[in-house]
């Protein structure tokens, strides 16, 4: 399985941005599509998973009011629409599968190659 993230760029404080992260290449079922995020010198932080075939979601509770992640399961593709951008969300942004609703970096096998989002006035 292939994972190309996409999206990120350089936005202002309050913007608001939206990442893809799209699946190919798979053979067997793909249940979930989650999103991390890692800032310099800190270690990669889970933020949201979604589930595939009915679209369950779950957040962070640091991000729950400003992110939503959404998919749309004939493309296989995971959105990750984030608005009233802060500082503190620059980071490369990561999607990656798992079996399961999963916080844990460990439970997510493939690895798309990361995004980075920039948050500058």
């Known amino acids: 399985i292939q994972l190309q993230a996409c999206g990120g760029g350089m936005v202002r404080p309050r913007g608001s941005l939206r990442l893809s992260c799209d699946a190919s290449?798979?053979?067997?079922?793909?249940?979930?599509i989650g999103w991390f995020r890692q800032a310099p010198g800190k270690e990669r932080e889970w933020v949201s998973v979604?589930?595939?075939?009915?679209?369950?979601?779950k957040y962070s509770d640091s991000v729950k009011d400003r992110f939503t992640i959404s998919r749309d399961s004939a493309k296989k593709s995971v959105y990750l629409q984030i608005i009233n951008l802060r500082p503190e969300d620059a980071a490369v942004y990561y999607c990656?599968?798992?079996?399961?609703?999963?916080?844990?970096?460990?439970?997510?096998?493939?690895w798309g190659q990361g995004t980075q989002v920039t948050v500058s006035s």
């Open positions: 979604i589930s595939i075939s009915d679209g369950r979601t």
């Open positions: 990656a599968t798992s079996n399961m609703a999963s916080m844990f970096e460990h439970e997510y096998r493939y």
């Open positions: 290449g798979y053979t067997k079922p793909l249940y979930y």
